[in-house]
């Protein structure tokens, strides 16, 4: 009920295409589902995030569908770059007792996008 | 400096070694974690401090110890380590809590 499992593990774009991640979670009570976007040698960074209570955010090239019935949501980069090569990271949280939430993180996928 | 800045970025120590790895952050945040990032599996939460109280310990073994001297800094205390220790430790803060979490660099532990 705790698992975020992340699909593909690994993709390959070509330059100028969609890049599509996708993310399924059990618990229902999860209520703030965000990307992180990770560099080598860095640490991840927030890239774009949702709340249930709508189907889609966009944010420029980066998009997030979630459906909520299906208990999915995904990335959707427009117009790949290369430098938009990464590993990605979709996580979900909920608020838990001691009035915090708690980020569980799906396992990645490494994007890379060709010239 | 800015955001959230950890030292060291890569360690190498033995299994009967004591080292610390240390973490600040610049954000005046009230909120620090200790994540593990191993490869091919998800960021691990290991330890949540609240206004320099521990909120969560995620089943963590004892030989890693976390110590949050005050809001602005974190350290994670490492003692008889495994080779399975071996992996990127992250630091993270937020403001109260909250849901966005701003990571650092990384130390890149190496157990032998």
């Known amino acids: 009920q705790q698992q975020v499992k992340q699909s593909p593990q690994s993709l390959i774009v070509q330059k100028g295409g969609i890049s599509i991640i996708n993310c399924a979670y059990e618990n229902t009570a999860f209520d703030y589902f965000p990307w992180y976007q990770q560099f080598p040698g860095k640490g991840p960074a927030l890239l774009i995030a949702?709340?249930?209570?709508?189907s889609e955010k966009k944010e420029g090239r980066f998009t997030i569908s979630f459906n909520k019935s299906a208990k999915q949501f995904s990335l959707h980069i427009m117009d790949s770059q290369p430098g938009d090569s990464a590993t990605y990271f979709c996580?979900?949280?909920?608020?838990?007792?001691?009035?915090?939430?708690?980020?569980?993180f799906g396992a990645g996928t490494r994007l890379a996008v060709h010239p | 400096e800015t955001g959230v800045t950890q030292t060291p970025r890569h360690l190498v120590m033995g299994m009967t070694n004591k080292k610390s790895l240390k973490c600040e952050q610049h954000l005046g945040h009230n909120a620090m974690y200790w994540y593990k990032q191993s490869a091919k599996k998800p960021l691990e939460l290991m330890f949540v401090y609240s206004l320099e109280e521990r909120v969560e310990n995620n089943s963590v073994p004892s030989r890693f110890s976390p110590e949050c001297p005050n809001s602005s800094h974190l350290f994670l205390h490492l003692h008889t380590l495994q080779p399975e220790d071996s992996a990127l430790y992250l630091c993270?803060?937020?403001?109260?809590?909250?849901?966005?979490?701003?990571f650092g660099q990384g130390t890149r532990l190496t157990v032998v």
């Open positions: 996580a979900a949280s909920r608020p838990f007792s001691g009035g915090y939430n708690k980020l569980i």
């Open positions: 949702i709340r249930p209570d709508v």
């Open positions: 993270a803060s937020s403001q109260d809590l909250a849901t966005e979490a701003f």
